[in-house]
T-cell receptor, first 115, second 111 residues
């Protein structure tokens, strides 16, 4: 299957700072990328959908000014958690799909801890 | 929008037994139903999926059944092995892209 790489795998940051997470499709052009958040022992909750070259579509209850998503190219989408707080600590996972794909491929996830 | 319920939340079986996980969905327009296996701290991995034009699909020890009338689908794992221990998520939607996940089932297979 296609490969999606996320970076970093884990990050610890101080409250009030911003953190950027990258999601890259390594061997295909990802026309659409999805960002999920997963709290411990819970399910994956879709945060937003991003299409290359256009603004992301956020799910209800997700603050677009806090979770900035950029999908500037067909192989890279970034999620920036701005002014992070301890309650933002979670496992963030992206998935990507392209025009020729029949499934969505997940990155390995980023564990964010805000202290 | 779609809403997916999954049960049981935990399932313990002995090695060699079968395991069944069930999901129900709300949107009758949903036509794609994947199952993912997630090990602790790792990415979800697609293990099997089914589309609405098929009632059953099998891949070695894993099978999925779909009842569109009742809006439920199930994952069946036969001859379970300790390495099957993980959290399993069902999902549903109108496409394979924007998935709505179930709440997850923690499967523990004891030797």
């Amino acid at each position: 299957g296609a490969v999606v790489s996320q970076h970093p795998s884990w990050v610890i940051c101080k409250s009030g700072t911003s953190v950027k997470i990258e999601c890259r499709s390594l061997d295909f052009q990802a026309t659409t990328m999805f960002w999920y958040r997963q709290f411990p022992k819970q399910s994956l909750m879709l945060m937003a959908t991003s299409n290359e070259g256009s603004k992301a579509t956020y799910e209800q209850g997700v603050e677009k000014d806090k979770f900035l998503i950029n999908h500037a190219s067909l192989t890279l989408s970034t999620l920036t958690v701005t002014s992070a707080h301890p309650e933002d600590s979670s496992f963030y996972i992206c998935s990507a799909t392209g025009q020729m794909n029949t499934e969505a491929f997940f990155g390995q996830g980023t564990r964010l801890t805000v202290v | 929008g779609e809403n997916v319920e999954q049960h049981p939340s935990t399932l313990s079986v002995q090695e060699g037994d079968s395991a069944v996980i069930k999901c129900t969905y709300s949107d009758s327009a949903s036509n794609y139903f994947p199952w993912y296996k997630q090990e602790l701290g790792k990415r979800p991995q697609l293990i099997i999926d089914i589309r609405s034009n098929v009632g059953e699909k099998k891949d070695q020890r894993i099978a999925v059944t779909l009842n569109k009338t009742a809006k439920h689908f199930s994952l069946h794992i036969t001859e379970t092995q300790p390495e099957d221990s993980a959290v399993y998520f069902c999902a549903a939607n109108r496409s394979f892209q924007k998935l709505v996940f179930g709440t997850g089932t923690r499967l523990l297979v004891s030797p």
